[in-house]
Nanobody, 120 residues
Framework: VQLQASGGGLVQAGASLRLSCTTSGIDFSQDVMAWYRQAPGKQREWVAAITAGHTANYADSVKGRFTISGDDAKMTVYLRMNSLKPKDTAVYYC???????????????WGQGTLVTVSS
């Protein structure tokens, strides 16, 4: 499994960004994919997930602002982020996950993340 996140950058509060995660070794017909983020000095947290059937689920902190989507043909997962806030500043990662007890268990293959910095 290989995962490469991209699309991060420095933006002002209220701006939008679209992150991309190019993958290999992922079966888009059955695997669940997710985005996570890790802010400076904090633990990595789950942000959003999408099933093979394109059903999406979001953390409360991003619900209504972020949209996860997938392009099976390109084997790419996206995260559209609108109305960005300074608290969204973090390194963002994508990963394959397994739904588990109302949460998600990520694979050990984190890959390279992409830094999003939101200034106030």
């Amino acid at each position: 499994v290989q995962l490469q996140a991209s699309g991060g950058g420095l933006v002002q509060a209220g701006a939008s960004l679209r992150l991309s995660c190019t993958t290999s070794g992922i079966d888009f017909s059955q695997d669940v994919m997710a985005w996570y983020r890790q802010a400076p000095g904090k633990q990595r947290e789950w942000v959003a997930a999408i099933t093979a059937g394109h059903t999406a689920n979001y953390a409360d902190s991003v619900k209504g602002r972020f949209t996860i989507s997938g392009d099976d043909a390109k084997m790419t997962v996206y995260l559209r982020m609108n109305s960005l806030k300074p608290k969204d500043t973090a390194v963002y990662y994508c990963n394959k996950v397994i739904p588990y007890s109302g949460s998600y268990s990520p694979s050990p293959f984190w890959g390279q993340g992409t830094l999003v910095t939101v200034s106030s």
